[in-house]
């Protein structure tokens, strides 16, 4: 239940623009229609689900990626997140 909350916040700050982050979150079904291009994951960072978010962003925008979406989410102290990257 607790993943199921954390991807839910992190799909909920998908309205929140980051400006130079070219990234988009997208759900499951925004996703059918995409070419998948491989997984990121951040590991051990601290923060809100707001800063974990622009994190993931920039990394897919560094792996050339025009869209994420979240798989995996948990928080123990530090965040695990996992995303599958799209072209």
Not at 9 to 18: E, G, H, Q, T
């Amino acid at each position: 239940m607790k993943i199921k909350t954390t991807i839910a916040a992190l799909s909920l700050l998908s309205a929140v623009s980051f400006g130079a982050s070219a990234a988009q979150l997208v759900n499951a079904e925004q996703s059918e229609n995409l070419q998948s291009a491989g997984t990121i994951t951040l590991s051990g960072v601290a923060g809100a689900p707001m800063d974990i978010r622009q994190q993931l962003s920039q990394k897919a925008d560094r792996q050339g990626a025009s869209a994420y979406r979240v798989v995996e989410a948990r928080n123990d102290d530090t965040w695990h997140v996992t995303a599958e990257l799209y072209k």
